[in-house]
């Protein structure tokens, strides 16, 4: 079972922020890879994999080109498309049904227009919470609880840096020194 | 039992969508409200107000002066504090012994430099996993860990706005209408 984060619409410079934590999150909550459209920001791409060679891997980031085709080929292949919204059905009702089909996700953050289609293409349009707040955390408490925690165990190949955690204070192992 | 979060190191403009996004996830992850640090903000204050106003309460914003007097007087009135950090103890092996801890509760999220005195005031230190991400699904994985998802089912008061949850498409029911 794989699982990709689709973040659409990003814009350079305004949305490099919230991008950049909306993709370290779906590495870091057990994602396969983000497949992101709207503006090409060569600059994040590089910012992720500096992190990906530095943490570990793998974690796989791409630039799409034409949602509706990508969206209709995922689907042609096999695979479903989960919809993050506020305006969807409440996570803690869907979420079961969703983990026992077994199959490839997408999971989909919009930015701040969604194109009606996306709502139209998704298997599931998923609220987690009726409620506004972000986009990253939405995706952070799905991964959660599409994985049922487990993603919590998760290692990652070839990191430099491991972290030790710690009562009080900061241990780092540089894993090549 | 109330839980408040309480934002470092708060930068005017620069940290403006990065803070709403995570007053907003306290919000909707059933904390009581925010106070925050560094830099005032008050169209931070008056835009999280408006969001309360439109989506319903209660929610507190506040600016704080003085983060070791404020600690310290937490700690004297019987509170305790969670500092999310991804060099702490792992949220899986102490959050049992968190949520058991039944007193109010400082949860504490850094900004780009967190200074070590919030490392030795915190009662416990916690990672939500060691990898980089964002503070903000941090907060809201550590609350929905916290609250073992009964926030899930949070109801506001006086909301003028609510959401039906729908297989597609949108549904808002504007209460005042």
């Given at each position: 079972l794989r699982v990709f984060v689709v973040r659409l619409g990003?814009?350079?410079i305004r949305d490099q922020r919230t991008t950049t934590h909306l993709f370290l999150t779906a590495r870091a909550f057990g994602a396969d890879g983000i497949i992101y459209f709207g503006q090409r920001d060569k600059e994040l791409e590089v910012r992720i994999k500096e992190f990906t060679n530095v943490?570990?891997?793998?974690?796989?980031?791409?630039?799409?080109?034409g949602v509706i085709e990508f969206f209709r080929e995922w689907q042609e292949n096999g695979g479903e498309i989960v919809h993050l919204t506020m305006y969807g059905l409440l996570i803690q009702n869907v979420i079961e049904e969703i983990r026992n089909s077994n199959v490839d996700?997408?999971?989909?953050v919009g930015g701040s227009k969604v194109p009606s289609f996306v709502?139209?293409?998704?298997?599931w349009n998923v609220a987690v919470t009726s409620q506004p707040h972000s986009e990253i955390s939405a995706l952070s408490v799905f991964l959660h609880e599409l994985?049922?925690?487990?993603?919590?165990?998760?290692?990652?190949r070839n990191a430099k840096l491991d972290i030790v955690p710690q009562t009080k204070g900061k241990k780092v192992v540089n894993k090549h020194a």
């Open positions: 990003h814009r350079h943490w570990g891997g793998p974690f796989e980031v791409k630039y799409g080109n996700k997408l999971i989909v709502y139209n293409f998704a298997d994985f049922e925690g487990q993603e919590l165990l998760k290692t990652y």
